[in-house]
């Protein structure tokens, strides 16, 4: 006997589906199509009429160099905070996994700054990394000049790179912790007999068997550093020194927001959109392949 | 949630103007006041409104604050699209021509006329006056909270190196701030130079040395106005700025470094900086014990004649759209505004500077400026009254002028940098300066600013 649900009618289940499909037309598509066509136009802020400008935002933004400034930016901050978040995350939870001492204490505690909000630890990170003031006042007494986000864009991206890897690893961990506990034991202490080493099991072992998990933690790390990284750059650089953190979706905000551009800056976020699908495209086009799911 | 609480509002506003057409109405008619101060500030501000609902029967005013300037525009310009606007809005000095072309507000002297107060507008210093009234002179919103930049100095530092008077040029500065650091003084000047300072550093100096910032009298004449400071004696004092820089003379000191420049100078770290009146208040409350200090107007070059400077602040706007009780109310709390007592008020409670001369004079005939807190604040209004503005120092119309000094703000750090010479990183600023402005005349394309 078939037990799966069936409706008489396929009217009754496009009913059900409406919430749900009004829901994603209010909050996605409806907003994403007003951007394109804000994007198509020049809009007066206070909505006193626009013009149909066809393709010309794309071409201005496109043939700005501070734009492309704008995308490499970006990409560095994802691939260099995704990496070090990941890899951070990956080694606590192989430790907490091994049940050293106090793991139970870290297993609580590592989880605790994904829940701060990024203005917050941005704010934190702000006095831990303040030049005159901070921690690093301490580094720059023995190297003077050594440290100085405010003029040296180097350092900026690498203190927002910091605060950012920073509230990630804590969202890492939990589901690195959790895949790691899923392995069957048996397995681990097979190997442990058979006489491999802890390295040698976490390669061998540990981690093929969680790669659908880091692949998973790498899509939304990606995509996240894309549009989480707001809040952090707001407060601690606002995009400078000289738009050395200027991330395109800080950027959207500036024009959009303060310079009042909504049109540059629906076209930006276009272009966001854009780059996100296609990088996550890729992912599940050409990494997804080694992935073993079981 | 505010958005829906004036929304709310908005509704309980109209439905009152509708009872207030019959003829036994008794409550007094809400309008709404949306301002961009916070903090103390804020606090003042909501004191102010008090004092107006209680002066009177009639109406209520509801003041909300929004949290800072480019919020309460943003705010606003979402309310106004969505027909949930509030009667009255602060709106900040660079926001005018933004303001002037969006066809979303009630001219001020308009209103004024129509509800039968006689304001006298040449009673406004006109360097705050012609700031934000139109090329032929109409004030089309109402001066609010304004402030002008001075130099602070130390005085016991400066006495160190045998000076008892703060230097009133460039030239002297220079000298000044050798000696301070031959003295021992680590740090005897800061500035910082994020997109804030272009007030102070470009805008201020511009017009003291009576220099254009855009061409077409700094885009008072038309929408085609563009950028031309990489011509002008700002090149100069940006270069010397670097050379003191560099030097070790001048410290940067901004809030993401840990102190902000108005910190640093109130704890004595720094003997020098040149930042707003409205900061006097400030830095007399959180001041180094027994350090005695003062204020006076910023330098100009040697055989510079001085001109006027630029007023700072927010003016009011009143929105279109609304009921004519709710602009009657506005008028009155408009006049309010206007009456000397509220300028002595409010400019004891904040460090803002009197707008009128009336006010001005109420306050000097009151002993304000005898008194030791406020004693030195004068300076401000010297510094504004300079001279007669002129084509040039009335002030700077240009569109979009928030992301020019975003510009500044990355030319500036450029520069300071090391990563493109002086010339070399105002050029970029006039040319992506003028990129911003080319797109703001592009979305308004058959429009004059009046």
């Keep these: 006997m078939e037990k799966r649900v069936t409706f008489s009618r396929w009217s009754i289940g496009i009913l059900f589906a409406v919430p749900q499909l009004i829901l994603i037309f209010t909050f996605f598509y409806w907003p994403a199509g007003q951007a394109v066509y804000w994007s198509l136009t020049l809009q007066q802020p206070w909505g006193g009429g626009n013009i149909w400008v066809g393709l010309d935002n794309f071409r201005s933004i496109l043939s700005n160099a501070d734009y492309w400034n704008s995308i490499t930016a970006s990409l560095t901050f994802a691939g260099i905070s995704t990496g070090l978040a990941m890899v951070i995350a990956l080694v606590l939870a192989t430790l907490t996994d091994?049940?050293?001492?106090?793991?139970?204490?870290?297993?609580?505690?590592?989880?605790?700054?994904?829940?701060?909000?990024?203005?917050?630890?941005?704010?934190?990170?702000?006095?831990?990394?303040?030049?005159?003031?901070?921690?690093?006042?301490?580094?720059?007494?023995?190297?003077?000049?050594?440290?100085?986000?405010?003029?040296?864009?180097?350092?900026?991206?690498?203190?927002?790179?910091?605060?950012?890897?920073?509230?990630?690893?804590?969202?890492?961990?939990?589901?690195?912790?959790?895949?790691?506990?899923?392995?069957?034991?048996?397995?681990?202490?097979?190997?442990?007999?058979?006489?491999?080493?802890?390295?040698?099991?976490?390669?061998?072992?540990?981690?093929?068997?969680?790669?659908?998990?880091?692949?998973?933690?790498?899509?939304?790390?990606?995509?996240?550093?894309?549009?989480?990284?707001?809040?952090?750059?707001?407060?601690?650089?606002?995009?400078?020194?000289?738009?050395?953190?200027?991330?395109?979706?800080?950027?959207?905000?500036?024009?959009?927001?303060?310079?009042?551009?909504?049109?540059?800056?629906?076209?930006?976020?276009?272009?966001?959109?854009?780059?996100i699908i296609v990088l996550t495209i890729f992912q599940f086009r050409f990494i997804e392949r080694r992935v073993h799911y079981r | 949630m505010s958005i829906i609480k004036q929304g709310l509002a908005a509704l309980a506003a109209g439905v009152l103007g509708l009872a207030l057409a019959q003829p036994a109405a008794a409550e007094p008619v809400k309008f709404d006041f949306w301002f961009g101060l916070s903090g103390d500030l804020a606090r003042v501000v909501d004191t102010l409104c008090k004092n107006f609902n209680a002066s009177q029967a009639d109406y209520e005013v509801v003041c909300t604050s929004q949290g800072n300037y480019d919020a309460t525009l943003q705010n606003t310009i979402a309310a106004f699209r969505a027909g949930k606007q509030p009667t009255v809005v602060q709106v900040y000095d660079v926001g005018t021509a933004t303001m002037m072309l969006s066809g979303a507000y009630k001219p001020a002297d308009k209103l004024m006329e129509e509800n039968g107060y006689k304001i006298d507008y040449s009673d406004y210093f006109p360097g705050i006056a012609r700031y934000y009234a139109t090329s032929k002179g109409e004030m089309l919103s109402f001066p609010f909270n304004s402030s002008t930049p001075l130099m602070y100095w130390n005085k016991d530092a400066f006495a160190k190196i045998g000076k008892s008077e703060a230097p009133k040029t460039w030239e002297d500065v220079g000298a000044d701030l050798k000696a301070l650091k031959d003295a021992g003084y680590e740090c005897p000047m800061a500035i910082n130079i994020s997109a804030n300072e272009s007030w102070q550093l470009m805008e201020q100096f511009s017009a003291l040395h009576n220099q254009p910032i855009a061409t077409k009298n700094n885009g008072y004449d038309g929408l085609d106005a563009r950028l031309e400071m990489n011509k002008t004696k700002f090149v100069q004092y940006v270069t010397d700025l670097k050379k003191w820089y560099d030097a070790g003379l001048i410290k940067i000191k901004s809030k993401d470094l840990g102190q902000d420049m108005v910190q640093a100078f109130a704890s004595g770290t720094c003997e020098v900086i040149m930042t707003s009146v409205g900061d006097h208040g400030t830095v007399g409350k959180t001041q180094k014990e027994g350090m005695n200090w003062d204020v006076a107007e910023l330098p100009v070059y040697a055989g510079t004649e001085r001109k006027n400077s630029l007023v700072g602040g927010a003016s009011l706007w009143v929105l279109s759209g609304k009921s004519d009780a709710e602009y009657k109310g506005a008028a009155a709390f408009l006049n309010f505004i206007h009456d000397p007592k509220t300028a002595l008020f409010w400019s004891t409670n904040t460090g803002y500077i009197p707008v009128t001369k009336s006010g001005f004079d109420y306050m000097k005939a009151q002993g304000f400026y005898d008194k030791a807190p406020y004693k030195g604040r004068e300076t401000a209004i010297a510094s504004l009254t300079a001279s007669e503005p002129t084509e040039i120092t009335r002030g700077i119309r240009l569109g979009n002028f928030t992301q020019i000094r975003a510009e500044f703000g990355t030319q500036m750090q450029a520069i300071f940098a090391n990563k493109v010479s002086v010339q070399e990183g105002i050029d970029t600023l006039v040319k992506n300066g003028d990129a911003i402005l080319d797109r703001f005349q592009q979305t308004y394309p058959n429009k004059t600013l009046p």
């Design chain 1, 98 to 275: 091994r049940q050293l001492a106090g793991s139970r204490l870290y297993r609580v505690v590592l989880i605790w700054p994904y829940g701060i909000a990024a203005p917050a630890l941005a704010m934190a990170f702000r006095f831990i990394l303040a030049p005159e003031a901070g921690f690093m006042a301490v580094v720059n007494q023995v190297w003077p000049g050594f440290w100085d986000p405010g003029l040296d864009g180097t350092d900026a991206m690498a203190s927002i790179i910091v605060a950012f890897s920073w509230k990630y690893v804590g969202y890492n961990f939990i589901f690195f912790l959790a895949a790691l506990q899923a392995i069957p034991r048996s397995l681990i202490e097979a190997a442990a007999m058979d006489g491999s080493g802890v390295i040698r099991r976490f390669w061998d072992i540990q981690f093929p068997l969680i790669t659908p998990t880091i692949f998973f933690l790498l899509v939304i790390n990606i995509t996240e550093s894309f549009q989480d990284s707001f809040g952090i750059v707001d407060i601690m650089t606002s995009g400078g020194p000289a738009n050395a953190t200027n991330l395109m979706v800080y950027k959207i905000y500036s024009d959009g927001f303060r310079g009042l551009d909504y049109s540059g800056a629906a076209a930006q976020s276009i272009i966001l959109m854009l780059l």
